[in-house]
T-cell receptor
């Protein structure tokens, strides 16, 4: 099993450009999450999904959209990138909800210039 | 006050030492607790869950103190390979789903 994979691993965008980050998991997990990690801030939840076709806002959702059309995939979109969105983005999945371990992907390093 | 607070460190300890980290949380309704380990520029990975009765996994012991609202991680006989950042996680479902990460405590084990 590959676990949780993310594409791309690195990306540089110009302000105002858009892009989509792809997360895929092969563990048949119901829950999936997108986090961003910034120095001194810890991991912050952007959006999450409790099952195929559902999404919900996390702590820092502004400027991002998500979709979960298939159970194994969770997409994160940046509509109009801003320098404040420069960060490392991690996707994670869990079997069920809060009491369960989250499995993380390797991360995407995004720089917005 | 932050919802979850950790001393950022770094904690520099010699090989073989015992080291302990604490993590405090602000909401008494917090439900589940975890310790994750994160190596430099890598993804976080679960180290252990923290149960009310405390739990041990080899050289690692985790404790929960609900009265004082903190969790702790004790590492005995530190190895060079234990060098990493340790993140505590607290979960909450008071009206909204929250899986809250601390900012992490950095540990360096020195030869």
């Amino acid at each position: 099993n590959a676990g949780v994979t993310q594409t791309p691993k690195f990306r540089v965008l110009k302000t105002g450009q858009s892009m989509t980050l792809l997360c895929a998991q092969d563990m048949n997990h119901e829950y999936m999450y997108w986090y961003r990690q910034d120095p001194g801030m810890g991991l912050r939840l952007i959006h999450y999904s409790v099952g195929e076709g559902t999404t919900a806002k996390g702590e820092v959702p502004d400027g991002y959209n998500v979709s979960r059309l298939k159970k194994q995939n969770f997409l994160l979109g940046l509509e109009s990138a801003a320098p404040s969105q420069t960060s490392v983005y991690f996707c994670a999945s869990s079997k069920q909800g809060l009491a369960y371990e989250q499995y993380f992907g390797p991360g995407t390093r995004l720089t917005v210039t | 006050r932050k919802e979850v607070e950790q001393d950022p460190g770094p904690f520099n300890v010699p090989e073989g030492a015992t080291v302990a980290f604490n993590c405090t949380y602000s909401n008494s309704a917090s439900q589940s607790f975890f310790w994750y380990r994160q190596d430099c520029r890598k993804e976080p990975k679960l180290l252990m869950s923290v149960y009310s009765s405390g739990n041990e996994d080899g050289r690692f012991t985790a404790q929960l103190n609900r009265a004082s609202q903190y969790i702790s991680l004790l590492i005995r006989d530190s190895k060079l390979s234990d060098s990493a950042t340790y993140l505590c996680v607290v979960t909450l479902t008071s009206g909204t789903y929250k899986y809250i990460f601390g900012t992490g405590t950095r540990l360096k084990v020195l030869a």
